[in-house]
């Protein structure tokens, strides 16, 4: 039995890279103190893309790729270790973050698929980016997202467990 769940466990997520890498992609990585790693795969659009105040953003018309070897809390809720997607909700003020469960590629945004969502901490830059930039900092138990996309940088926090 242990080696079933063995061969789940490591197939499970070698599919969803291979899926994740037959598209071009960026990725931005974090190393977390104790070695685990945090890292997103997403289509580096220019600043020309359109984005919809209010509705989930696909950049170059896939979701981003969130893979995580550690628990994280997001938003007040747990993120388990594995693969998810990550939607950023552009606004006027303050971005969102939702991460949903569902890494099958080619399907609609489901809402109820979400296992976590909050709002961005949300600036806006003097001098818009040329194309989506997406990294991480690090700080102790803390991976921070950054998406810099036209004139707008949001921050989502993401803390290890």
Partial sequence: MFRAHFVVA???PLSVLGLAQSEPSSTASCYLDDG??????YNAVTNKEKISNGKPWTPGGAPMTLFTEAPLSF???LIPIGAYTVYPIPAREKWSLAVNKN??????????QDIARAVM??????????????????TGDK????IYFG????FAPFTAH
């Fill in 75 to 77: 938003g007040g809720s």
């Fill in 103 to 112: 890494v099958a590629p080619g399907t609609a945004y489901d809402e109820k």
């Fill in 151 to 154: 004139k707008s940088a949001s």
């Fill in 36 to 41: 685990r790693q945090v890292y997103i795969r």
């Fill in 10 to 12: 490591i197939l499970f």
């Fill in 143 to 146: 991976c921070t997202l950054r």
């Fill in 121 to 138: 901490e949300t600036d806006q830059v003097p001098q818009a980016a040329d194309a989506l930039e997406v990294a991480f900092a690090h």
